[in-house]
Structure formats: structure tokens, C-alpha cells
């Protein structure tokens, strides 16, 4: 009998029309189609503050004294079995708003290290170049290391400015396939 997977998918994007958000949807569609339970966080659009470094949560058994919108990411956080980073390329890694939210597993970083955990990383950028992504990639790899899951996939879309470039791309079939190969 097949094991239904939790997917959480966390967006970095402020663009609804843009090109990462429309990554997301694709890969949502894809991997729904394959019968997986998908929630999906648009950092853009919620109110996480950023990590304060106080230390309050290592003492309180990582809870977090900042009331956000967090609260929900942190529930779909423990459930998930696979977590997606979607993002635009900011200069050469990934947007402020998902990185603030990553910033906030700072209060559960052991919690989330307990059972395995895959991981996808989904990016655009305007540059055709490959080595634009460098720092994005090594980013994303040294954090999914440190927290001990494994890579599921990265596909990073290059050359796409606008979603006028990138609807003429292989690009949105790619996220589709990617989801609906988690199964
Ligand atoms: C603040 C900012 C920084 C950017 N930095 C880069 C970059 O370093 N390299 C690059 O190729 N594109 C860069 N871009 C272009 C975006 O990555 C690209 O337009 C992307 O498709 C935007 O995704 P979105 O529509 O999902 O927001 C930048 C755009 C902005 C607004």
C-alpha cells in the first residue's frame, strides 16, 4: 500500500504573475495529481518576522516568543515529508522573504532533524548563466546537510526574466513532472 506524502511547499516571490510562483503552481498541480497532500506557504504574502537571535525558544523548549504567522509553517513544518523551496534568484541566492522564514526554523532545528525529510529547491532567474546559481545551490545543499534530509531535485530555471519568457520554456513541465514523480 502506497504511504501518502505531506508536501510543503514555502514561496519567495511577490510577483503572483511572476515566474517562481508559477514553478509553484505547476509542481502543486503535478504533485496533487499523484495523490500527495500539498500545503503551500507564500512567504510574500504573510507576516513572519525576521529571527531575533534571542534565544528565548532554546530555552523553552523551542517555542518562539514572536506570535506570527510562523505558528502555521512550524505545524506543516513537523508534518512534512517533503519541504520545497521556490524562489527567485536576488542577487545570487534566494529572496529575503524565504530566507526569513527559514531563519525561523532556528527554533526547531533539532525537531526537524528527527526523521528523514526530502528536499526540492525550485529557482528563476534572469541570468542564462549557470553559475549564476552557484552560491543559491551550495546555500540550499549545506542547509538540507545540516539539517540531515536528503535532495529530491533542483531545478532551476535560467534566462527567464518575466512570465512572458518563461511561458515559452520547458521550465513549467519540468515543476509539473518534479511533482508528479513524488510519490
Ligand atoms: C532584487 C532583485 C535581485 C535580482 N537578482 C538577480 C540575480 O542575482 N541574478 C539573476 O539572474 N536575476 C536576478 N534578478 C531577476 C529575477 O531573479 C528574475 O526576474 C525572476 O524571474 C523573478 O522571479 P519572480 O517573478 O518569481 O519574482 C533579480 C531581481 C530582483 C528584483
Redesign the pocket.
Known amino acids: 500500500m502506497r504511504i501518502i506524502k505531506n508536501i510543503l511547499i514555502l514561496t519567495g ?1 511577490a ?1 503572483k504573475n ?4 508559477l514553478l509553484a503552481d505547476e509542481f502543486e498541480n503535478g504533485a496533487i495529481s499523484s495523490g500527495n497532500n500539498v500545503i503551500r506557504h507564500d512567504a510574500a504574502f504573510l507576516n513572519v518576522n525576521g529571527c531575533m537571535g534571542c534565544s528565548y525558544c532554546r530555552n523553552n523548549n523551542g517555542v518562539c516568543m514572536q506570535n506570527d504567522d510562523f505558528n502555521a509553517i512550524k505545524e506543516n513544518l513537523i508534518k512534512a515529508d517533503v519541504v520545497v523551496f521556490v524562489t ?5 541566492d534566494m529572496s529575503a522573504q524565504l530566507k526569513t522564514v527559514i531563519d525561523r526554523f532556528h527554533s526547531m532545528s533539532s525537531k526537524l532533524s528527527e526523521k528523514p525529510r526530502g528536499a526540492i529547491l525550485i529557482s ?4 542564462p548563466s549557470d553559475s ?1 546559481s552557484d552560491v543559491l545551490k551550495l546555500h540550499y545543499k549545506t542547509m538540507i546537510d545540516y539539517l540531515k534530509w536528503s535532495n529530491y531535485g533542483m531545478l532551476i530555471a535560467k534566462g ?3 512570465r512572458e519568457a518563461i511561458i515559452k520554456t520547458n521550465y513549467p513541465d519540468e515543476a509539473k513532472k518534479l511533482g508528479e514523480n513524488i510519490k
Open positions: 516571490s510577483h511572476g515566474t517562481s510562483l527567485p534568484l536576488y542577487y545570487f528563476t532567474q534572469a541570468s549564476t527567464v526574466p518575466s
